[in-house]
């Protein structure tokens, strides 16, 4: 079965950046040589796609510095922008290890998108001292290696379509705000991509230590920014949705490009609950005016996985539709063309089956085992409070993989049939009917609810198992239902 999940033949893929260029998607990633460390082995990886799911990669573009030089330790995260037909590569630099380190942001130029050159005036833009913090404090440092650095990375420009000028957003941190949540977004401008011009922040919502792999674009008259934050740099991540602490989060402005910009009453993108496994997302145009999100997902087995050894600790995975509604917000969604990479698996069902236990747990084995897979039915609900799918069961439904749509607590839980406790879950507003579906692919779980994507989450546990119904405390109605089986 050929893998959905693309990474580099000989590296381990970062931070990643999509850019359409005419039919074609380019992808850059920081990568970092299997095996090896990452200090002054980092290059820029390029893969070029005709449809963001098979990608063939490409001469690696450029390098770390020479000792002495803002890059020299290692480089990572970057953003392209193509203008005029020539491409501009901004990423980040870090001259040296622990304290003291400066990141700053570097230019390299190409004529046709393979073959790079690093501008000679490097670096384009620091943080500048007005605006920005120069150091982390130690009363701010909760991971050894953070503490005295100059943090001041991730770049990404848009254009104003009416006036010419670019802008470009940088992670930074706010002399503004508290040590522990200065995480905000910095502002520069630009006319020629190469001179820019440092302005006070752009977003410094004073709620996150660091706010990371941001990404700025205009949509139907709105501004959006995305970024990626976890409670691992010490400050606790207080969400619009308090069980999605680690990921990707957006923030709108209806007042052009420099904001205020401000969360909707649902900031979460798609993140994950306690741990980060989805992140880096940014937005990449596709045709027809569409849009699709991608990202990297973490692999790394963590919590009730199997003792298992991930091969890899980061994949690029397939993408997804988002849909932007009237009022603003962004809902990632199912993208269909994943479909034709399966094949169909007959179920005998035709009638609705109806499971009810009012005082504790009833399962229904429907069919399986299959390995990975997408599964799906419509659910209602005549009473009661959970209701869900299981996934890669044993035959008694006693260990394997749940989603579940939980009334009572107003939420989409993803979790193990072994434990009382969920794994990961996400606030939803109760309905008495819905489509449940479940995209299984090897340690990858994604949960959509009237395929909307609510949870992407990875477990290494059942590699395989039967599919079936749940209830919780309840009764309820499943009809409708569809497996297909990856090729």
């Known amino acids: 079965m050929t893998s959905l999940f693309?990474?580099?033949?000989?590296?381990?893929?970062?931070?990643?950046?999509?850019?359409?260029?005419?039919?074609?998607?380019?992808?850059?990633?920081?990568?970092?040589?299997?095996?090896?460390?990452?200090?002054?082995?980092?290059?820029?990886?390029?893969?070029?796609?005709k449809d963001l799911f098979h990608w063939e990669e490409l001469p690696i573009c450029f390098g770390c510095g020479a000792a002495g030089e803002f890059d020299a330790y290692t480089i990572y995260h970057m953003g392209v922008y193509v203008h005029e037909r020539r491409w501009y590569m901004h990423y980040t630099g870090l001259d040296k290890p622990g304290p003291g380190q400066q990141q700053a942001v570097g230019l390299a130029t190409s004529e046709d998108g393979i073959h790079w050159k690093k501008h000679a005036g490097n670096p384009v833009l620091r943080a500048d001292m007005r605006y920005y913090e120069p150091?982390?404090?130690?009363?701010?440092?909760?991971?050894?290696?953070?503490?005295?650095r100059l943090w001041f990375r991730d770049p990404f420009v848009i254009r104003n379509p009416k006036t010419g000028e670019f802008g470009?957003?940088?992670?930074?941190?706010?002399?503004?705000?508290?040590?522990?949540?200065?995480?905000?977004?910095?502002?520069?401008?630009?006319?020629?991509?190469?001179?820019?011009?440092?302005?006070?922040?752009?977003?410094?919502?004073?709620?996150?230590?660091?706010?990371?792999?941001?990404?700025?674009?205009?949509?139907?008259?709105?501004?959006y920014i995305v970024y990626m934050t976890h409670p691992a740099w010490g400050a606790p991540i207080l969400t619009t949705d308090p069980y999605q602490t680690a990921g990707d989060f957006y923030a709108v402005s209806e007042r052009g490009w420099t904001g205020p910009y401000l969360p909707l009453d649902d900031e979460v993108l798609v993140a994950a609950h306690g741990q980060m496994r989805?992140?880096?997302?940014?937005?990449?145009?596709?045709p027809n005016g569409e849009h699709f999100l991608y990202g990297w997902l973490v692999l790394i087995p963590q919590g009730e996985d199997t003792d298992t050894e991930a091969q890899l600790n980061k994949a690029v995975p397939p993408p997804r539709r988002v849909r932007f509604l009237d009022d603003g917000r962004m809902h990632v969604t199912y993208y269909e063309k994943i479909e034709s990479f399966t094949e169909p698996?007959?179920?005998?069902?035709?009638?609705?089956?109806?499971?009810?236990?009012?005082?504790?747990?009833?399962?229904?084995?429907?069919?399986?085992?299959?390995?990975?897979?997408?599964?799906?039915?419509?659910?209602?609900?005549?009473?009661?409070?959970?209701?869900?799918?299981?996934?890669?069961?044993?035959?008694?439904?006693?260990?394997?993989?749940?989603?579940?749509?939980?009334?009572?607590?107003?939420?989409?839980?993803?979790?193990?049939?072994?434990?009382?406790?969920?794994?990961?879950?996400?606030?939803?507003?109760?309905?008495?009917?819905?489509?449940?579906?479940?995209?299984a692919h090897g340690p990858s779980i994604e949960i959509y609810v009237d395929d909307r994507l609510m949870v992407h989450n990875v477990r290494?546990?059942?590699?395989?198992?039967?599919?079936?119904?749940?209830?919780e405390r309840a009764e309820a109605s499943f009809g409708e239902p569809k497996a297909l089986v990856f090729k």
């Open 6 to 49: 693309w990474t580099p033949k000989a590296h381990l893929p970062g931070d990643i950046h999509i850019v359409r260029v005419g039919n074609e998607y380019h992808l850059f990633t920081e990568q970092t040589p299997k095996g090896a460390e990452f200090a002054g082995t980092r290059t820029v990886g390029h893969a070029v796609s």
């Open 135 to 148: 150091a982390i404090p130690q009363e701010a440092t909760y991971q050894k290696k953070d503490f005295g």
């Open 168 to 223: 470009m957003i940088v992670m930074a941190r706010d002399m503004k705000q508290h040590p522990d949540v200065r995480g905000c977004l910095s502002w520069a401008t630009s006319k020629d991509l190469v001179h820019w011009q440092s302005h006070p922040p752009i977003y410094s919502p004073g709620r996150f230590h660091t706010i990371e792999t941001p990404s700025i674009f205009a949509h139907d008259g709105r501004h």
């Open 278 to 286: 989805m992140g880096g997302a940014k937005l990449v145009d596709g």
């Open 345 to 439: 698996v007959p179920i005998s069902q035709t009638e609705p089956v109806t499971l009810k236990n009012l005082g504790g747990r009833m399962t229904k084995s429907l069919a399986g085992p299959f390995g990975d897979f997408i599964f799906s039915a419509r659910i209602q609900f005549l009473r009661g409070e959970r209701a869900g799918l299981v996934l890669r069961a044993n035959d008694e439904s006693k260990v394997g993989l749940y989603a579940m749509a939980d009334r009572r607590f107003g939420r989409i839980e993803f979790g193990t049939l072994d434990k009382d406790r969920f794994i990961d879950a996400r606030v939803w507003k109760p309905r008495d009917e819905f489509d449940l579906k479940v995209i």
């Open 460 to 471: 290494h546990r059942e590699t395989s198992g039967g599919v079936g119904y749940i209830v």
